[in-house]
């Protein structure tokens, strides 16, 4: 077995996927390794009927420090072109991966969140985080342009200026302050936080899991969309949606006053 697989954990149970970085002794920073390891397990639980949604955590203190950076900076001679190949093909497929998965993925950020780990945690649909938790652009501390995505996601969530300020100053934000700027959909006391997350993808499971999909398309496509864009995917997806069967089990359910049982099917 691979180390990466062993540092990426896994398992389903009542059609929740939890995916776990468990490499604490690094604050689970990612490793090529484990970072192919988790764009893997979200193809798969994204093709997976039996999978309904997804929860990812880390161990220990840190959610996750981001990329693992020892021995990668200035090994080897780089040509122009490498670097971007590197991000395209690693950590920019990473967080595609997270935001192109057909289920809901919740974030259960158990600690430190920084670097691509912040950006692995702010793609993730929901986004829960313990009162311990704390978010930190830390590229600006290494003399980096932020990658994986931050200048994409960043700016949709908080807006430029809070963007700018938090990617160009670095300082570490709390969990209230992440709750408070839009970053985060609720604090929880760190005891608290396995419990709540499972709760709500428990809720996300039982759920119409192709509508759930295409409503993650249509939010996620807005951020990059005119109105008519918008309207026209909208109502297509609509259409596609009308025709599986937990729509029709909803309506059903509506007219006959009773509580759906969605299959999602």
Not at 237 to 259: K, P, S, Y
Request: one cysteine or more; glycine letters at 10%; proline letters at 4%.
């Amino acid at each position: 077995m691979a180390t990466s697989d062993l540092c990426v954990r896994h398992s389903r149970e009542d059609g929740v996927c939890r995916i776990t970085v468990d490499r604490p002794e690094a604050l689970n920073a990612l490793t090529p390794g484990m970072r192919d390891r988790l764009v893997a397990l979200l193809d798969a639980v994204s093709a997976d009927p039996e999978t309904r949604a997804v929860v990812l955590t880390g161990t220990g203190r840190a959610f996750c420090a981001g990329a693992d950076l020892r021995g990668g900076a200035a090994g080897g001679e780089r040509r122009t072109g490498d670097v971007a190949r590197t991000l395209r093909l690693g950590a920019q497929r990473l967080i595609a991966a997270v935001l192109d998965c057909e289920k809901p993925v919740i974030a259960a950020v158990n600690g430190t969140a920084a670097g691509l780990g912040a950006h692995l945690a702010l793609a993730c649909d929901l986004v829960l985080a313990a009162e311990s938790a704390r978010f930190i652009e830390v590229f600006v501390r290494r003399g980096l342009v932020p990658d994986g995505g931050g200048a994409y996601l960043l700016p949709r969530l908080v807006g430029p200026h809070r963007a700018k300020e938090l990617m160009f100053l670095g300082d570490a934000l709390g969990a209230a302050d992440a709750e408070r700027l839009g970053l985060v959909n609720r604090v929880v006391p760190d005891a608290e936080l396995e419990d709540a997350a499972l709760g709500w993808a428990a809720r996300l499971a039982a759920g119409p899991t192709r509508a759930l999909a295409l409503t993650k398309q249509l939010v996620n496509a807005s951020w990059d969309s005119d109105r008519a864009g918008a309207f026209a995917a909208e109502a297509a997806a609509q259409e596609i949606n009308l025709t599986t069967e937990d729509a029709a089990e909803g309506l059903a359910a509506f007219v006959e006053r009773r509580n759906p049982e969605f299959q999602g099917r």
